[in-house]
């Protein structure tokens, strides 16, 4: 079993900057992707950010492009994600997704229980 812990949600201005961060824990013997979807109110789900590769490769949404950086540390099984120039559009709930593959369980994608972004106008 794999546990997910997110932090660094929070209020901020237009313009300004927050740093999510998302520490895998438990049965891990390799991490395939590491990635970061939000939701809005009332709005379904949507793709952020991901890295794979190592972390050698990374997708954005055109939403956050330019904005977001995502990145990782494999030593640690963290993955962050860097938010800049934040729109109030960013508002949302935040969750991390780690994909996970063990001998026993095979790949297997675990969520985090999320932390909320509002972005003041």
């Known amino acids: 079993q794999v546990q997910l812990v997110e932090s660094g949600g929070g209020l901020v201005q237009a313009g300004g900057s927050l740093r999510l961060s998302c520490a895998a824990s438990?049965?891990?013997?390799?991490?395939?992707?590491m990635g970061w979807y939000r939701r809005g109110t009332g709005a379904q789900r949507e793709f952020v950010a991901l890295?794979?590769?190592?972390?050698?490769?990374?997708t954005y949404a055109d939403s956050v492009k330019g904005r977001f950086t995502i990145s990782r540390d494999n030593a640690k099984n963290t993955v962050y994600l860097e938010m800049s120039s934040l729109k109030p559009e960013d508002t949302a709930f935040y969750y991390c997704?780690?994909?996970?593959?063990?001998?026993?369980?095979?790949?297997?994608?675990?969520w985090g229980q999320g932390t909320q972004v509002t972005v003041s106008s």
């Open positions: 997704q780690i994909n996970v593959w063990t001998p026993s369980t095979g790949s297997v994608t675990y």
């Open positions: 890295s794979t590769n190592g972390g050698g490769t990374t």
């Open positions: 438990g049965s891990i013997f390799r991490i395939n992707f």
